[in-house]
């Protein structure tokens, strides 16, 4: 693992722990060459995913891009990290367990907003403006409208 300080290519661990959800393990790293410290995350791997865009191109799926956009839906909502950190992860091992490497970005998107409108209301709406390209007020009038019909 590279020093993020000094670049240098050679750190050591000096403490490894699992998070909460067993499904990570964080990291005490130590640079050998400038004494900087620094922690780091890994998570299970199970397929090396890919996603499908709409433009037909394909490109290496990215977590954090995942991670982002579920916290630009989740801020200053009333979950933990914790609580977000397993909800990433369970779309992820949902994705995994798919058993395709390409996933279309619009399963992707699907699942995540199913995920959310179990998860927390507020957030579903804000990830649905920007997944389903709402351009006016009407579009979240009609788009509620739904979800109260549905149960």
Do not use: W
């Not at 050998?32 to 922690?39: K, M």
């Not at 839906?73 to 091992?93: S, Y």
């Not at 009407?138 to 509620?144: A, C, L, Q």
């Amino acid at each position: 693992m590279k020093c993020p300080f000094c670049a240098n290519p050679t750190t050591s661990v000096k403490d490894s722990r699992a998070a909460d959800d067993n499904a990570t393990i964080r990291r005490r790293r130590v640079c050998t060459e400038c004494q900087g410290r620094f922690s780091t995350v890994e998570h299970v791997q199970l397929l090396t995913l890919k996603v499908q865009k709409k433009s037909g191109t394909v490109e290496p799926f990215k977590r954090e891009k995942l991670e982002e956009s579920l916290r630009t839906a989740l801020h200053k909502r009333p979950l933990d990290q914790e609580r977000i950190e397993k909800v990433i992860n369970g779309i992820i091992r949902r994705l995994e367990v798919m058993g395709d490497v390409e996933i279309p970005s619009t399963t992707i998107g699907e699942i995540v907003m199913e995920t959310l409108h179990d998860l927390d209301s507020v957030a579903y709406v804000r990830f649905a403006s920007v997944y389903r390209d709402f351009h006016e007020a009407s579009d979240f009038k009609h788009f509620v409208k739904e979800i109260k019909k549905t149960p």
